[in-house]
């Protein structure tokens, strides 16, 4: 069954410095998301992407946060300037159709992100 | 707003016995309403939807209960087994196909 993958698996990054995650949506879906999971708390919805560009963004997705798909496989996260309170668990998911007709989103293994 | 609230938050079930999980949830043009769970360190993993046309889903020991009138859906996990044990999200589909989770259920299957 094909799978949502990321890389790297665990990212331990100082304060203040950039940090990139990585994701390979299931080939032929064509929704992206990243979501957050700080410790021992709710998953919670950062971003969405359709047709290279965003389609909804939470109210953490400030303009620290940036999304891109460079090529036809990726879809990345970048964190301008880390600080502590980023530290989390990041899933990406995708799924194949969207625009409300309710289809499962399919969530990879997730990026722990330690900032120190 | 869009919103879900999910109980209990921690449940343990003797092994065998049956678990049920409820959240309830405030807009009422959610339409799909996904169940998750979650192992320790892994991913959130689809275990069973439903859609808001039909009042009861189920898949092998598993099954989901939707009541859109009232606004809440349950998970009832039936002969409980050791690798029961792990945190479920209840969830919806939001506007713009944003998931909104609840807070999670630790379920621990006792020996």
Known sequence: EPEVTQTPSHQVTQMGQEVILRCVPISNHLYFYWYRQILGQKVEFLVSFYNNEISEKSEIFDDQFSVER???SNFTLKIRSTKLEDSAMYFCASSAYAGGLNQP???GDGTRLSIL | GENVEQHPSTLSVQEGDSAVIKCTYSDSASNYFPW???ELGKRPQLIIDIRSNVGEKKDQR???????TAKHFSLHITETQPEDSAVYFCALMGRDDKIIFGKGTRLHILP
């Open chain 1, 70 to 72: 460079p090529d036809g």
């Open chain 1, 105 to 107: 989103q399919h969530f």
């Open chain 2, 36 to 38: 998750y769970k979650q």
């Open chain 2, 62 to 68: 598993i099954a989901v209960t939707l009541n859109k």
